[in-house]
Nanobody
Framework: QVQLVESGGGLVQAGESLRLSCEASGSIFRINVMAWYRQAPGKQRELVASITRTHDTNYVATVRGRFTISRDNAKNTVHLQMNSLKPEDTGAYYC????????????????WGQGTQVTVSS
């Protein structure tokens, strides 16, 4: 199994910054794509940013230019630097990882963290 633990959420004012971190642990063989999703109250969970093992990145249009996703393959961590935060960025942020375990190295499963809350006040 693979466990993901997020950290770094909080309450900030519009225009400020936050840095989210997520660490994967367990019997990991390899992690392919890592990503951050968010879910606002009453809305569906949406993909915010993703990053491949070779550091190719993808962002939802609403955060492009403000957020930066990065990862450390050796530490099995992924980060999301969020600048110029807006009230509409408020929500629960979830880390995900497409990972294979040592027991099943050819089977990739998407794992999720428990989420960390980001609240941006106007």
């Amino acid at each position: 199994q693979v466990q993901l633990v997020e950290s770094g959420g909080g309450l900030v004012q519009a225009g400020e910054s936050l840095r989210l971190s997520c660490e994967a642990s367990g019997s990991i063989f390899r992690i392919n794509v890592m990503a951050w999703y968010r879910q606002a109250p009453g809305k569906q969970r949406e993909l915010v940013a993703s990053i491949t093992r070779t550091h190719d990145t993808n962002y939802v249009a609403t955060v492009r230019g403000r957020f930066t996703i990065s990862r450390d393959n050796a530490k099995n961590t992924v980060h999301l630097q969020m600048n110029s935060l807006k009230p509409e960025d408020t929500g629960a942020y979830y880390c995900s990882a497409e990972a294979a375990t040592v027991r099943s190295p050819s089977l990739y499963v998407n794992y999720w963290g428990q989420g960390t809350q980001v609240t941006v006040s106007s």
